[in-house]
């Protein structure tokens, strides 16, 4: 079904080749005319999209939304606790708006159409409802609290449509995630950096070599700066 909609109505001129387990296929000609931005396989729902996406400068990212792509030790403890709706909501609006700036064929609207197309949101709506209703004759208690769980999923579902691996997938290479070096930071590395920077009077991201975007050193400086207040807090209170 995807592959006729996308042979009919985002591509041209393609001859389709079909890989080895029979799931992956690249349409070739077609995508030259988007040859300034090259082809990804971005993954949906078990199988694998041809697409064209252009990777986005700082002023870009940033006008989707503030981010940092550094992970730290504490931002790896603070991941294990559960989300709240809305900082849910706010992940999955942010991963949306970098797809609708960076994806080129298909088009961001051309695959929120397709997907679209293929859901019955009345139905999904129906449900919730039921659902809620549903907690409203039910005691406080974990298996109340599982259907409220369900129905915040379904709720997020029908309004950001695109599966979040495949967002996950358009946002890495937008952000140039996977060529740059900033997975490499650690919270010693920013310490030292804007310690160099005070004394250097510079920006912290001067102090540490590696392969970073402009949006990565902007990520660098704020962090480091944050980390630096962090351990003089730290150290004055155990003086």
């Not at 109505?9 to 690249?26: I, N, P």
């Not at 700082?58 to 403890?77: P, V, W």
């Amino acid at each position: 079904m995807f592959r006729e909609w996308y042979t009919n109505r985002v591509l041209s001129k393609q001859e389709a080749f079909t890989l080895h387990d029979g799931r992956l296929y690249v349409a070739v000609d077609a995508l030259v005319d988007a040859a300034a931005y090259p082809i990804i396989m971005a993954p949906f729902y078990g199988g694998f999209i041809p697409c064209t996406v252009r990777e986005l400068t700082h002023a870009q990212l940033d006008n989707c939304g503030k981010f940092s792509l550094i992970e730290l030790m504490t931002d790896k403890l603070a991941s294990r606790k559960k989300p709240t709706k809305d900082q849910i909501y706010d992940y999955a609006k942010l991963q949306h708006a970098i797809c609708k700036k960076s994806m080129v064929t298909p088009s961001y609207e051309q695959m929120f159409e397709w997907a679209g197309s293929k859901i019955d949101i009345p139905a999904m709506e129906k449900e919730i409802d039921d659902l809620y209703q549903l907690t409203r004759e039910m005691k406080e208690g974990p298996e109340r609290d599982g259907i409220i769980d369900e129905i915040e999923e379904l709720q997020l579902a029908s309004k950001f449509i695109l599966p979040s691996e495949f967002t996950s997938y358009i946002v890495s290479y937008a952000a140039g995630v996977d060529k740059s070096d900033i997975k490499e930071i650690t919270d010693d590395m920013l310490a030292d950096a804007a310690i160099m920077a005070i004394n250097g009077h510079n920006d912290p991201s001067k102090h540490i070599s590696g392969n970073f975007t402009d949006h990565n050193r902007h990520d660098i400086d704020n962090r480091a700066w944050i980390e630096y207040a962090k351990r003089n807090k730290h150290n004055g209170k155990r003086r």
